[in-house]
């Protein structure tokens, strides 16, 4: 007896019924079982796979998992593995005296990342602006006699870019051996551009950081959004930048609404340069064959700066534990007793970072964060405002930075440590990009650091409990929302 259509179609109803559970049962146990993930983003997931299940499932597929890919997962692997130890010439490097035992458990979370001791003998200078910063970098390329090493996250084909382009090509020409690495989504209009191919022919050894390829076929062998957010310079293995300063002008023009984008970036010399070194290594030997050996393996000498302050690099990203930068910024906040000033300009924090900060505030610690009022990622943003009532309520100072962009990512604590580098205190910084930052202890470099933080706050907007309950349930719904999403964004 011939099937009618009716019977037909309600088998392929029943069928696709069946199907589409059966996918979405498959991804929300593959969400359960995964390794790292914290209960709210496993919650975050799982219900938006099945809200949106087409959507849901996509976005998992292209985000839901922090994936190298194999081959360039095993090949940092092995690449880590290889690289030499630190030797030191003296053992005083390596028990910093200066360091009081009250902060010293900071420096072992720091160790515990990457096995970089806190070393002495450092010094460093806190550069004026963003101008500044590279107009210090270029100048020292130009005096560079052996090595320039060089990574950033984003570099533009503008005036600051082609400035830093040209220094490489006189250091080239000159016989300096640059190694310049760009990430490759943040720096694509630099790396297709006629001036990449221009340092190419003066001899500049480039890298593009994590290469995209094909876009439909990335995916499959990895998360396309998993960036190299670093920037480090070395020179001559004996100074090096650390902070928030991308190779581009303040005016940003990508991005040009939302300009002056407002970095801070300090110069140091010392030991710290080496670990510093080692961090670059770390990334240029897992895209290319271009042995560092012979300059990783020379000692460490105290030199001249052997008075200087204790420091220590702390570098993270995927091939270390999901967790580290998360601790760093939690170590730090649950050790402040009297004062605690932040500057970020994106804040999606897990619950853990958002307890620490209202627990600073509620025992009496100074604690102040200084966000941008405007920020060019509006999710960020909203998410942000999210978490501001209850801050307050803590007692945290909250400001928001009128002059522009605040991109400066800084850290003060009692004032005596300084925490300066690349990582925003969003779930990208701490479970997807690679990020370099250093922690330090100096008293007097920390004042710097804290009247510059000054300077930012005299250009804000304190924000209040009167001016966050006003805003609308519109508004709130929405930040609310959007922060619902927070550990998936």
């Known amino acids: 007896m011939p099937v009618s259509l009716q019977t037909r179609f309600a088998f392929v109803i029943t069928f696709s019924l069946i199907l589409h559970t059966l996918i979405l049962t498959l991804f929300v146990v593959r969400v359960l079982l995964r390794r790292n993930r914290q209960p709210a983003s496993r919650i975050a997931w799982i219900l938006v796979i099945i809200a949106f299940p087409i959507i849901g499932v996509l976005a998992y597929i292209l985000f839901g998992e922090v994936n190298l890919g194999r081959r360039r997962a095993e090949r940092m692997r092995r690449i880590v593995a290889q690289i030499p130890e630190l030797a030191y010439d003296s053992d005083r490097l390596l028990i910093p005296p200066e360091i009081p035992e009250i902060h010293r458990h900071l420096f072992r979370i720091g160790k515990s990342i990457n096995g970089f001791d806190p070393v002495a003998g450092n010094r460093a200078t806190l550069m004026a602006d963003s101008n500044a910063a590279i107009d210090?970098?270029?100048?020292?390329?130009?005096?560079?006699?052996?090595?320039?090493?060089?990574?950033?996250?984003?570099?533009?084909?503008?005036?600051?870019?082609?400035?830093?382009?040209?220094?490489?090509?006189?250091?080239?020409?000159?016989?300096?051996?640059?190694?310049?690495?760009?990430?490759?989504?943040?720096?694509?209009?630099?790396?297709?551009?006629?001036?990449w191919r221009r340092m190419q022919a003066a001899g500049v050894r480039l890298v593009r950081a994590l290469p995209i390829g094909n876009p439909l076929l990335r995916p499959l062998r990895g998360r396309i959004?998993?960036?190299?957010?670093?920037?480090?310079?070395?020179?001559?293995?004996?100074?090096?930048?650390?902070?928030?300063?991308?190779?581009?002008?303040?005016?940003?023009?990508?991005?040009?609404?939302?300009?002056?984008?407002v970095d801070i970036m300090m110069r140091f010399e010392g030991p710290i340069v080496r670990q510093n070194q080692l961090l670059f290594a770390s990334d240029w030997l897992a895209h290319v064959d271009d042995g560092l050996d012979a300059e990783l393996r020379r000692p460490v000498l105290a030199t001249e700066s052997a008075d200087g302050f204790p420091a220590q690099v702390i570098g993270t990203g995927p091939m270390v534990r999901a967790s580290a930068m998360p601790e760093v910024f939690e170590s730090l906040i649950h050790s402040a007793r009297d004062e605690l000033t932040i500057t970020t300009p994106y804040y999606v924090p897990d619950e853990a970072m958002q307890s620490a900060l209202c627990a600073a505030g509620y025992r009496g610690v100074r604690t102040t964060i200084v966000f941008p009022a405007r920020n060019d990622s509006f999710v960020v943003g909203a998410a942000s405002r999210s978490y501001y009532a209850d801050l307050i309520a803590a007692g945290v100072r909250i400001f928001e930075f009128e002059g522009g962009l605040l991109?400066?990512?800084?850290?003060?604590?009692?004032?005596?440590?300084?925490?300066?580098?690349?990582?925003?205190?969003?779930?990208?910084?701490?479970e997807i990009n690679f990020e370099n930052n250093?922690?330090?202890?100096?008293?007097?470099?920390?004042?710097?650091?804290?009247?510059?933080?000054?300077?930012?706050?005299?250009?804000?907007?304190p924000v209040t409990a009167d001016m966050v309950d006003a805003w609308g349930p519109g508004r709130r719904l929405l930040n609310n929302s959007i922060a619902m999403i927070g550990p998936i964004l």
């Open 136 to 195: 210090a970098m270029v100048a020292d390329i130009d005096a560079a006699r052996h090595s320039v090493h060089l990574v950033f996250y984003i570099w533009l084909p503008d005036n600051n870019g082609l400035q830093m382009a040209a220094a490489l090509e006189r250091a080239a020409a000159r016989g300096v051996i640059c190694r310049a690495m760009a990430d490759d989504l943040g720096s694509r209009r630099m790396i297709h551009s006629s001036h």
């Open 225 to 261: 959004d998993l960036r190299n957010h670093r920037k480090i310079l070395v020179i001559d293995d004996r100074i090096t930048y650390s902070g928030s300063q991308n190779c581009a002008d303040p005016e940003f023009r990508i991005k040009a609404k939302y300009a002056p984008w």
């Open 407 to 430: 991109h400066a990512k800084s850290l003060t604590l009692d004032g005596a440590i300084t925490l300066i580098g690349s990582a925003n205190m969003d779930r990208r910084s701490f």
């Open 438 to 461: 250093i922690l330090l202890y100096d008293p007097e470099l920390t004042k710097t650091m804290r009247q510059r933080q000054e300077h930012y706050i005299a250009h804000s907007r």
